[in-house]
């Protein structure tokens, strides 16, 4: 038998009202009891504790049919390993989760098996168990088969000792369990947690030595954009559903194809019902059509947050209230295969910016160039920063190290860069404070300074340098740098370094920005780091003067976008390139610093 999970036709499938679900060569045994068992389970939190055969939606029947299905009672092996389900809110999956677990513990052919349901949240966590329990309560014969301990969450199988564990992932340790099942609930809320990379890890390492068991994934689209465990699990179900990749994976997501969401066609009524599969059932379209009006009354930020939680659209950028307008535009302008080398390669002259703190900070360097057939602006940044800042400020760590995957932040200490796969094992390191730089290691400037030069390096190389723009307050040893590399204050003629005045008075470009986004005259390279900046940044209105700053941006770092604007105020002086520097000759190049 073949099993292929892939689902090419999902979109089809989807749009004519069938669950994007392969045809697979199920076990039809298998599959039918144990749709038997779900089906006579009550629904205890409905008047009159009905039966899910009696008000269950068909397209959970689909996924307890194929989970249960894939099993082969002969071989004791399960062809499908996982399974992802992405659907919006008010769908039925607590009742679902719930029932899903006791009919496992029913239909499992292993003694004294595990099932581990796992919640972001302790109160999640309770919600859960309180389903799963009060629909064992709600059937005498279920209440005699069942063993319920509230105060540990747990059920179990009087006859088999098989059990179902619910634990939630801010209280309880998960480590070291031997379950045969699992359950994780709410994906996109464990993004929000820097050591959830490690939960995952150990929920499958507990599955691999029992081919007969399965994880199953239940979750709504994030409130933010995409990051951490949640970005990549959803970018591999997406693979697999596409046929991009194989795996014993079954994709289950109920969302638009891309071409309707950027068009708001969700908002059509006749898609509701596709997305949402239990309308009708647990979800009112009369709630969604009086949500919906209140969102598009509220203002774009509470019509995205409304879209993905009740309709799957990815939220790309974080657009708040009092947004930065250019956020409205920035999604269209990206062009992914735009690099800095591409950068240098379509310009005929280019700015450099450069904005950031201390070691708590971010330290950012923009490039803008301006094409040279169509005098276009096209933007790439990158961003450093010191593993200290990502210890004081872990609510970002796991963005921050979706960036360094990326290479679009590089994360270091003071002896060098930090690999991406060691960022999250060295954040739970304790702070020994000593980040003094060692004289025998032969650094003279910090890495991440030296990094920065670097980039200017590549540009002064090209010929195509007209001016860096930097925050005149606290960077005297990146003016050292951008000195050893013949960048200098000093050398005759203009100077090519600039202090690029901040608070209202870089209103003018912002302003700039703004128009450049709103006419597609300016470009940039679709970077998730700058997507990100651009989402955290807050704009302040005084008469007629308009701010951006790190105080009104919170917690959320902006550095990137602040040295993007430093590079558009120069390159709004419509500057000429001067050709490369004789400092570009070793030769000629002033000794003391050692540039990486």
Not at 532 to 541: D, F, M, Y
Not at 588 to 596: D, S
Request: charged share 25%; net charge negative.
């Amino acid at each position: 038998m073949t099993w292929d999970t892939s689902c090419p036709d999902w979109q089809e499938r989807l749009l004519s009202g069938r669950p994007p679900i392969p045809d697979l060569p199920l076990n039809r045994k298998e599959a039918d009891e144990a749709l038997r068992v779900f089906k006579r389970l009550h629904v205890p939190d409905v008047q009159g504790m009905p039966t899910l055969g009696e008000v269950g939606a068909p397209w959970f029947f689909s996924i307890v049919e194929t989970i249960f299905g894939a099993y082969d009672p002969v071989t004791h092996r399960r062809a499908i390993n996982e399974v992802f389900i992405l659907v919006p809110k008010k769908n039925g999956k607590s009742s679902n989760a719930g029932a899903l677990a006791i009919t496992t513990l029913i239909c499992n052919y292993r003694p004294a098996a595990e099932f581990l349901f796992v919640a972001p949240t302790k109160m999640i966590a309770d919600i859960a168990f309180r389903q799963a329990a009060l629909t064992i309560k709600a059937n005498p014969r279920l209440a005699a088969i069942f063993h319920v301990q509230s105060h540990i969450r747990r059920i179990t199988h009087r006859l088999t000792d098989a059990m179902a564990q619910i634990k939630a992932a801010d209280t309880d340790a998960i480590t070291g369990g031997k379950n045969t099942y699992a359950l994780i609930d709410e994906t996109h809320e464990f993004a929000k947690k820097p050591r959830s990379a490690d939960v995952f890890l150990e929920i499958r390492g507990a599955l691999a030595a029992r081919p007969d068991g399965f994880l199953v994934q239940l979750t709504t689209q994030s409130k933010e954009p995409p990051v951490g465990v949640f970005k990549a699990e959803l970018a591999i179900a997406r693979a697999v559903r596409d046929g991009e990749l194989q795996s014993p994976l079954l994709p289950i997501l109920y969302e638009l194809p891309l071409r309707l969401t950027r068009d708001g066609g969700w908002k059509e009524r006749r898609y509701w019902p596709i997305i949402n599969p239990s309308l009708g059932r647990s979800v009112d379209a009369e709630f969604l059509e009086r949500e919906l009006m209140k969102a598009e009354r509220t203002g774009q930020e509470q019509l995205a947050l409304f879209a993905s939680q009740h309709f799957n659209v990815e939220i790309g950028l974080a657009l708040r209230s009092d947004r930065w307008s250019g956020a409205d535009y920035w999604l269209e302008a990206a062009e992914p295969d735009l690099t800095l080398e591409t950068l240098l390669e379509r310009s005929e002259v280019v700015t450099v910016g450069i904005d950031g703190g201390g070691n708590d900070d971010l330290l950012a360097v923009a490039v803008v160039g301006r094409e040279k057939e169509t005098r276009r602006w096209l933007v790439w940044a990158r961003a450093f920063a010191n593993i200290r800042a990502l210890r004081l400020r872990l609510s970002e760590a796991t963005a921050m190290v979706d960036f360094a995957h990326d290479n679009d932040l590089i994360v270091v200490d003071a002896f060098g860069p930090i690999p991406p796969a060691t960022i999250l094992g060295r954040l739970a390191e304790q702070d020994s404070g000593l980040d003094a730089l060692d004289p025998e290691a032969g650094l003279h400037i910090p890495p991440d300074i030296a990094g920065v030069v670097d980039v200017c390096k590549r540009v002064e190389t090209s010929g195509k340098l007209a001016m860096v723009g930097v925050d005149p307050v606290g960077l005297g040893l990146i003016i050292d740098g951008l000195a050893s590399i013949g960048i200098s204050e000093e050398e005759e003629g203009p100077s090519r370094v600039a202090g690029v005045s901040q608070g209202f008075k870089l209103m003018g470009a912002i302003k700039t920005a703004e128009r450049k986004l709103l006419d597609g005259t300016l470009r940039h390279a679709g970077q998730a780091l700058m997507a990100w900046a651009v989402g955290n940044a807050k704009i302040e209105v005084k008469g007629n003067g308009v701010m951006i700053t790190k105080q009104l941006a919170g917690t959320g770092k902006i550095d990137p976008l602040m040295a993007m604007l430093d590079a558009v105020a120069l390159m709004s002086n419509n500057p000429e390139a001067d050709g490369p520097s004789i400092y570009n000759d070793a030769k000629v190049r002033p000794e003391g610093f050692l540039v990486v």
